[in-house]
Every structure is written in structure tokens, then in C-alpha cells.
């Protein structure tokens, strides 16, 4: 236990407009401004899964489930025809063993727990997008979201995320080991002039097993690019 608060930051603090609004010296936290809400996706597979253990993954299903209109309904339709072919919604009917139902355009209906998890990566998006969860003082946290999508799905999601803060202005924290998702959110992000928006952050070891220091790249990724040539680097050793 003492080892493991000994590795605990001796500093930290969080400023907002120059103000500081988090801070290891006060015994309160201001009211952030820019963010008020906060949702964290580690995976897909916690859709209409009940977990004790994961108390998180509870909330955000019960996030998932809230009943609310919005306003932003051309993000939603671009999710149901060009990249699932299908709709998502809440189901209240005894037939499913969730709430959360999968509408195919053929018009087969599907429980949700029963789909691709690729298909649930974007049908957590979706339902965010319908009752009104996402505005522009809501931070996504989304832990490697390539990891459950095909290829050319990994660039829809990149798309959504660029579209998401455009056209919404909510904001993302994305942990992402994949080049083509970095590649396709700098790229996307300069089409639809929001490059600005965009800071991206590399991962590496500091001196001692285990710890990392992030350093700020802003747009460049060319350094994100290297760390991922280590990849090559393997298969040359181990296939030559």
C-alpha cells in the first residue's frame, strides 16, 4: 500500500482559462467551465451487461437507456445508412433480454448483446447522439476504440469523432495504438476546419519500469508514427 502511494504525483494540478480548478493543495474543486460531464467507454462489450464489479459500466448503460430527444439527428442518420445499415433504439418489450435492439434496413430486428462489437461501437455513439447525452461541455473518454472495428469502420469512427466536435462541440480523450486512426483524425479534422481543436500526445517510458511521460505533439505525427515502426521492427527479427 505505502509503495504504491509513493508513486502517487506529488503535484498535480488542472487550470481552465489560466484558473486553476484541481489542484493536490486544495481541499475543493471549482466548477470547470468547458467540462461538465464526462463519459468513459473502455469497450463495447459492457452494452446490456450487468456487472458488479464495473459499477461504470452500469452508469453508462443507464446513460445509454435515458429517454430524451435531440436536436442533432443528421449525425445519428449518417451512423443508420452509411455505416451500420441499421438503427438502434430502446426496446421495452419482453422478447429481448436487454432493452437495447438492433433494426436492420431488411427490417430483421436483432438484441444488441448479440451483435458484432463493431456494431455496438457505433450503436453507443448513436444512442448518445438520440437522447441528447452530448453537448459541448461533454468529455468522451474512449479507451482504444480501433480495436473492435475493421478497417474501413476504423475511418467511420475517426469521421464520427471530427463530426461529433464540429457539429456538437463535445470533446475527446482517445487512447489509440492504431496509425490509421491517428492518420484519419489529423486528416479529417483539416477538411472540416477544426484542426485546430486538435492536440495529439505520445506516449513514453520515463526512467522507472512502468511510468509513462506524455509529451504534447500539437498536430505532428510524425514521432507517433515512429513509436509504431517498432511493429516492423519485430516482424523483420522474428521473420527474417
Given at each position: 500500500?505505502f509503495?504504491?502511494m509513493?508513486?502517487?504525483?506529488?503535484?498535480?494540478?488542472v487550470?481552465?482559462f489560466?484558473d486553476?480548478?484541481?489542484?493536490l493543495k486544495?481541499?475543493?474543486?471549482?466548477?470547470?467551465y468547458?467540462?461538465?460531464n464526462?463519459?468513459?467507454?473502455?469497450?463495447?462489450?459492457?452494452?446490456?451487461?450487468?456487472?458488479?464489479?464495473?459499477?461504470?459500466?452500469n452508469d453508462?448503460?443507464?446513460?445509454?437507456?435515458?429517454?430524451?430527444?435531440?436536436?442533432f439527428?443528421?449525425?445519428?442518420?449518417t451512423?443508420?445508412?452509411?455505416?451500420?445499415?441499421?438503427?438502434?433504439?430502446i426496446?421495452?418489450?419482453s422478447?429481448?433480454?436487454?432493452?437495447?435492439a438492433y433494426?436492420?434496413?431488411d427490417g430483421?430486428i436483432?438484441?444488441?448483446?448479440?451483435?458484432a462489437?463493431?456494431?455496438?461501437?457505433f450503436?453507443?455513439?448513436?444512442?448518445?447522439?438520440?437522447?441528447?447525452?452530448?453537448n459541448?461541455?461533454?468529455?468522451?473518454?474512449?479507451d482504444?476504440?480501433?480495436?473492435?472495428?475493421?478497417?474501413?469502420?476504423?475511418?467511420?469512427?475517426?469521421?464520427l469523432?471530427?463530426?461529433?466536435n464540429?457539429?456538437?462541440?463535445?470533446?475527446?480523450?482517445?487512447?489509440?495504438?492504431?496509425?490509421?486512426m491517428?492518420?484519419?483524425?489529423?486528416?479529417?479534422?483539416?477538411?472540416?476546419q477544426?484542426?485546430d481543436?486538435?492536440?495529439?500526445?505520445?506516449?513514453?517510458?520515463?526512467d522507472?519500469n512502468?511510468?509513462?511521460?506524455?509529451r504534447?505533439?500539437?498536430?505532428?505525427?510524425?514521432p507517433?508514427?515512429?513509436?509504431?515502426?517498432?511493429?516492423?521492427d519485430?516482424?523483420?527479427?522474428?521473420?527474417s
Amino acid at each position: 500500500m505505502f509503495s504504491r502511494m509513493e508513486n502517487l504525483p506529488k503535484v498535480f494540478d488542472v487550470l481552465e482559462f489560466e484558473d486553476q480548478i484541481v489542484s493536490l493543495k486544495k481541499d475543493y474543486l471549482s466548477i470547470p467551465y468547458l467540462i461538465q460531464n464526462v463519459i468513459y467507454i473502455d469497450t463495447p462489450m459492457m452494452i446490456g451487461v450487468d456487472d458488479s464489479v464495473n459499477e461504470y459500466w452500469n452508469d453508462l448503460n443507464e446513460l445509454l437507456s435515458k429517454k430524451g430527444n435531440s436536436s442533432f439527428s443528421d449525425i445519428s442518420k449518417t451512423i443508420s445508412k452509411e455505416i451500420i445499415h441499421g438503427d438502434v433504439s430502446i426496446d421495452d418489450s419482453s422478447d429481448f433480454l436487454s432493452e437495447f435492439a438492433y433494426k436492420r434496413d431488411d427490417g430483421s430486428i436483432f438484441n444488441l448483446l448479440d451483435c458484432a462489437t463493431g456494431i455496438k461501437s457505433f450503436a453507443i455513439l448513436q444512442l448518445l447522439i438520440k437522447n441528447g447525452s452530448l453537448n459541448d461541455k461533454t468529455l468522451l473518454i474512449i479507451d482504444e476504440p480501433e480495436s473492435n472495428l475493421h478497417p474501413q469502420w476504423i475511418i467511420e469512427y475517426a469521421r464520427l469523432i471530427v463530426l461529433l466536435n464540429k457539429i456538437i462541440g463535445a470533446k475527446f480523450f482517445i487512447a489509440s495504438h492504431n496509425p490509421d486512426m491517428v492518420s484519419a483524425i489529423k486528416y479529417i479534422s483539416e477538411k472540416e476546419q477544426v484542426s485546430d481543436n486538435l492536440n495529439f500526445y505520445l506516449a513514453e517510458k520515463a526512467d522507472k519500469n512502468y511510468l509513462f511521460n506524455y509529451r504534447l505533439l500539437g498536430k505532428e505525427i510524425d514521432p507517433i508514427f515512429e513509436s509504431f515502426n517498432i511493429a516492423l521492427d519485430r516482424i523483420n527479427q522474428y521473420g527474417s
